[in-house]
Each structure stands twice: as C-alpha cells, then as structure tokens.
C-alpha cells in the first residue's frame, strides 16, 4: 500500500481534497476491494490534519459508497463498487422470430481453455479451486467405509438420485418452494443436463423455446442440438426478460416453453425482482405454457437475502427447476438436479433411457458434506470473494478499457457484461486475445440473431492478482487498437 499525498488546502475543503485523493487511489488500484484504509490517526500524522477532517473525508467516501465502516476495525473499500462505468445499453427489438442458431465452434474452445492453466481465464464462467472446499470434501471422502466404498464403486445408484442427497437438497430448498420433498427431486450430471432433460420433457424438434436476449451459450447448443427453434425476447439489465414482449410473442407465436436464468443471469447478471417473478410465472400459469428455470448461481448472491425462485411462485407444476453444486462446491463431480413439477415423471423416464443414473460416489460425497454443515459457512466466504474479485475487475476495467466503455453491476454471480464501441468486433477481438493467452467470451454467441457483436463477457471467478491485472491491461490495449479505423 502505498501513502496518501496531501495539499494544503483552506480548511472548509481540506476534507473533500481528502476523499478525492483517496478515491483516486483506489480508483487506480492502490487499494483494492476489501482493504482496510489507513486509520484516523495514522492520517492524522502522516497529514497534519485534524482527525475531524480525516474523519469527515472517511464520512464522505461513505456517502459516495466507495467506503464502509466497520464497527471497532476501521474504514475499508467496500467490497462491491456500483456506476464505476455507466451501464450498456440494449437496443430494442420489436417482432422477435424464432432462429436456428449454431454457436458450436467459439463455445468449444472456450471450455477446452478451461482446462489449460497457461490461459488467463476471462471467459469460462467457473469459480477458481483456491475458492472451492476441496480439503472438506476430501475429508469427507476419506471417512467413508471400504465397504461402503464398495458399495459406492460397484453397484449403480437408484435412478432418482442418491435418497439422502434429495432429503439434503429438500431442505436446502425449503425456502424457495413450499413442500419440496425427496421424491420431486432428480439428481443429474450437472444442470446443463437437467435443463436437456427437462427441454425434452416439454418439447421436440420444431418447437419454439423462448429465451432471453442475451442468453446463455449453452441454451442455444441444447436448443439447436434438439432441432428446437430459439425466440430471443428482449431483455433489461437490470430486472430481466420484456414482459410485455413475452405476452405478445406468446400470443402471436407457437411458443412451446420458455428457458430462463432469473438470478445472476448468464452473461448480464441481474436478477429479476421477485414482484416480477410473480407476474411472470402468472402469466405462464395462465398460459399453460411450462418454463424451466435455470437457478445455477441463486445462492451466490452478495446481499443478506437470497432472491426468490420462479418455483416459489409456481401453483400449478409449470416450472421446471434446475441448479447443480458446479458453481458452488465441486465442477468436476457434475452434481446437479432438476425439480420438474408435473413433469416429473417424464423427466425421470428420460434420466433412465440416457444414461440410467448418475455417478454414485460423487453423489455420496456431495450428501455427506451437506450433512455436515460446512455448506453455509463455505458459501458465505466464496459470496465475499466473488464479491470482491468483481469490483477488482470493475475497477481494473476502468483503469485500462478506453473511454465509453461500459459495464453491468451485478449483485450476485461471477460475471460481467461489457459493452465496448461499435467499431470493435467481440469474435476478432476473442481470436486476438487468445495469441495472448487470454480467453474471454464474444457477445455474440450469446444471441440467436448474431447481435451483441460488440459485447463480451469476463468472468470474476478468480481471485485478484498481479496476473489477472496485466491480463485484462493488455486486453485492454488490444480493445484500444482495434478501435482505431483501419490504416489506408
């Protein structure tokens, strides 16, 4: 850390020359999210100011809500900084028609980056194993029987999921839909295959699924994969998926269901307001038409409360639920499971012809560690860390993008949305980044109609870092070159 400078200044303004000297340092990085500032009376020496005026700066930054006080510790930055860069923009669409879309190529290469630790990781949405309790879970593995491994290794698992995993997950999910019980629950390999599993419950080849714009990659696969058409809906920053647009595409399409993320949505990261989660599985209800919920990152939120599920509202079995451990526990044990309401028998009959059941040991390992109790304690300091990481991403993306760009301010999840002048092409950009060694995520591919062109998405998964900082300044140089017009 380094000092603070000071001018002197007629004493009425010496508090506010004070708050913007520091705000500047931490605008440049000097102090990052989460740092504790020099104390009162550090200050006070260092300065030759009142600790009054020290004081009053520290009450001011407060007010910006740069900084926070904790009580009987000091002053620290605060570990999520909003309106560092104004919000993106979405245009907005009218008369949304249903596309094939093919995204294959560019996604493929981004999770095989995944695997390769010389790559800095902007583009794969995956929290870092440094943040992943691995010492418990392999703690956890360790206590179990030779016979009981026995058991876990050589017989398969009941096709519903392990029965003590969905009496934890029962639990767990007793706030966010009323009389969840074991047996509504169906484990899978992840919630990628939870959501193919359910889109094959309420549809088939040449049905419309409408979805967000944008949205995640992976749902314009699956889609495509199925021979489904995608209706891209336009959608806010801040609250989600147009409504009114929904209503009208409803009634003016044949739109089988709809697949959407409420919370920490992949690639904006808002989440929608739980009054409109209520309007919107209202108007499905009314509809009949089923939806299915992708809740991967609910629990990865960054304020006291955990937002409501679309499940939470649902009154007549229309809502198909999915999440998985992968953004929370352990990516590599593909642990996940799908709530499907009145689907659910179809949903267990598809688990059962694809793949019969999932795998039994990692099931087990999941469930005794939920037993435990280790899950909250472990999930309030991962919350604190993505929290931070972000507004170090934020900040760092301020200091090194050009001027005009602009960035989402998430309140939960691991990602960032940015928007960047017309002039820059995210999938050039993408190519140029990689000869870089870096790997983020175009915007493009995350539209069915090819839009976004100028947009990427940079995950937070990581913990901050001298790497990480070089990393998004580099591709920020790479950003400023390919803004300037073409040499003739």
């Known amino acids: 850390m380094g000092t603070v400078s000071f001018l002197k200044e007629k004493p009425n303004f010496q508090y506010l020359r004070l708050a913007n000297e520091i705000e500047s340092k931490i605008m440049e990085g000097e102090y990052a999210a989460g740092d504790k500032l020099p104390s009162l009376r550090k200050l006070h020496k260092q300065l030759r100011l009142s600790i009054s005026t020290v004081y009053q700066a520290y009450i001011e930054l407060e007010r910006r809500g740069i900084v926070e006080a904790r009580t009987k510790s000091g002053f620290y930055v605060r570990p999520f900084l909003y309106n560092v860069l104004p919000s993106p923009k979405l245009e907005k669409q009218k008369n949304a028609t249903p596309k094939r879309v093919s995204v294959n190529a560019v996604a493929n290469a981004i999770v095989e980056a995944m695997s390769d630790s010389d790559i800095l990781q902007l583009g794969g949405a995956v929290p870092s194993s440094e943040l992943l309790p691995f010492k418990q879970l392999s703690r956890t593995l360790k206590s179990v029987s030779s016979q009981e491994m026995k058991?876990?290794?050589?017989?398969?698992?009941?096709?519903?999921?392990?029965?003590?995993?969905?009496?934890?997950?029962?639990?767990?999910?007793?706030?966010?839909?009323?009389?969840?019980?074991?047996d509504e629950i169906i484990t899978t390999n992840g919630c990628i295959e939870a959501i193919s599993l359910c889109l094959r419950a309420v549809g088939k080849a040449g049905d419309t699924i409408a979805v967000e714009s944008p949205t995640y990659h992976g749902f314009l696969q699956l889609i495509e994969d199925l021979g489904m058409y995608?209706?891209?809906?336009?959608?806010?920053?801040?609250?989600?998926?147009?409504?009114?647009?929904?209503?009208?595409?409803?009634?003016?399409?044949?739109?089988?269901?709809?697949?959407f993320n409420p919370n920490f949505q992949n690639p904006l990261g808002f989440a929608m307001p739980d009054e409109k989660k209520q309007k919107l599985v209202a108007l499905l209800n009314?509809?009949?038409i089923p939806v299915i919920e992708d809740d991967l990152c609910g629990d990865l939120h960054f304020g006291e409360k955990r937002p409501a599920?679309?499940?939470?509202?649902?009154?007549?079995?229309?809502?198909?639920?999915c999440a998985s451990f992968s953004k929370t526990l352990a990516p590599g044990l593909r642990v996940g499971w799908t709530m499907p309401g009145r689907y659910t028998d179809a949903v267990r009959r598809l688990k059962l012809n694809t793949c019969l059941a999932s795998a039994k040991l990692n099931q087990a390992v999941i469930a005794n560690f939920l037993k435990s109790g280790s899950h909250d304690r472990h999930l309030r300091r991962l919350r604190n860390a993505l929290k931070n990481q972000m507004s170090n991403t934020a900040l760092a993306i301020a200091r090194y993008f050009p001027k005009g760009t602009k960035i989402t301010s998430p309140k939960g999840g691991l990602l960032l949305?940015?928007?960047?002048d017309e002039a820059v092409d995210s999938l050039a950009l993408y190519q140029e980044a990689r000869k870089q060694r870096i790997s983020i995520l175009p915007g493009v591919i995350c539209s069915s109609l090819g839009k976004y062109k100028n947009c990427i998405r940079l995950s937070c998964g990581h913990p901050w870092s001298e790497k990480l900082e070089k990393g998004i300044m580099t591709l920020g140089q790479?950003?400023?070159e390919s803004e300037k017009p073409p040499k003739t």
């Open 151 to 182: 058991s876990l290794m050589l017989t398969y698992e009941h096709p519903s999921g392990n029965p003590e995993l969905r009496r934890q997950i029962a639990k767990r999910t007793l706030g966010l839909s009323e009389k969840i019980t074991a």
């Open 230 to 259: 995608a209706l891209g809906l336009p959608t806010d920053l801040t609250s989600g998926v147009d409504l009114n647009c929904l209503e009208k595409a409803l009634d003016r399409n044949t739109v089988r269901a709809c697949l």
């Open 286 to 288: 009314h509809k009949d």
């Open 309 to 321: 599920t679309l499940k939470s509202f649902d009154k007549k079995g229309l809502v198909l639920y």
């Open 417 to 420: 949305w940015v928007q960047l």
């Open 478 to 480: 790479i950003i400023s």
